[in-house]
DNA sequence: TTTCGATATGTCAATCTTTGCATAACGAAA
DNA sequence: TTTCGTTATGCAAAGATTGACATATCGAAA
């Protein structure tokens, strides 16, 4: 397991990152808040999706919020009171964009994947 | 030039950012520095290249100096003195490293305005 | 040997974010 | 009708980022 005995060459990695917003350009729904949203649809509740990605419910509410005014009409149907405390659930809007943006997502992961190898060989050509 | 009566939607766009990092994941090579390498390649001075980009001169050097670190090797030939108080060529590595970056910049331009698109109909979709 | 403008860096204020804390409203079920 | 945990929001503290300013160094050409 001893590393070959060729010059140390710098690990480089490709980073990137997708996020959708509205005309005005402020706020953004990006990849948390879509992680919020798989969360909601797997636990029921936005506070456990919240922790579930170690985030303050603070702050996962307004996440929410700001996507809803983003994209101008609601992700959530919202329910507080109950022995529970209360509960959410995605809205259909919601799922269909929720699965929109993951094929998304797994398009840039291929894509990305393919344009890195294409850089580095580039980088290392004569 | 009225608007068609249809139900208002709200526009959403898609957005993306990528850039290189290293190991430790701190710092980054961003568009906005491949900006300023573009900008020396033309103009001759970091200086020059921070001003066609309106940024300051030290967040220039800064980003400059933090990509040489991340990358593990020099990007700029950089001379001071002279009556022309000096200037800033690119390295060959820097010259490649910034063609194959353009390629890539270019390539993610194309596949996102195809899956811009991709992704809107599918939330038009039924 | 003086000059001039670019390179080189520290620092501290201003600003923008994030987080934590607090507090209220809610309502189904026990 | 009491209870319990979630939704809902404001606000101040704490952090992180950015930007502006200041100041020093350098050396070819005049």
């Keep these: 397991m001893d590393k070959p005995p060729r010059p140390t060459k710098t690990e480089v990695f490709l980073n990137y990152k997708i996020w959708l917003s509205g005309l005005t350009g402020h706020g953004q729904v990006n990849a948390e808040t879509f992680g919020l949203l798989e969360g909601i ?70 894509r990305v994947e393919a344009a890195y190898a294409d850089f580095i060989s580039k980088l290392n050509k004569t």
């Design 41 to 110: 649809k797997r636990f029921g509740t936005l506070k456990a999706a919240a922790d579930n990605i170690a985030m303050s419910y603070r702050k996962a509410w307004g996440a929410v919020t700001e996507a809803e005014e983003i994209l101008g009409y609601p992700l959530l149907d919202k329910h507080r009171g109950g022995k529970d405390g209360g509960n959410s659930s995605l809205t259909p809007a919601a799922i269909k964009l929720l699965e929109a943006y993951q094929a998304l997502q797994q398009q840039f992961d291929e």
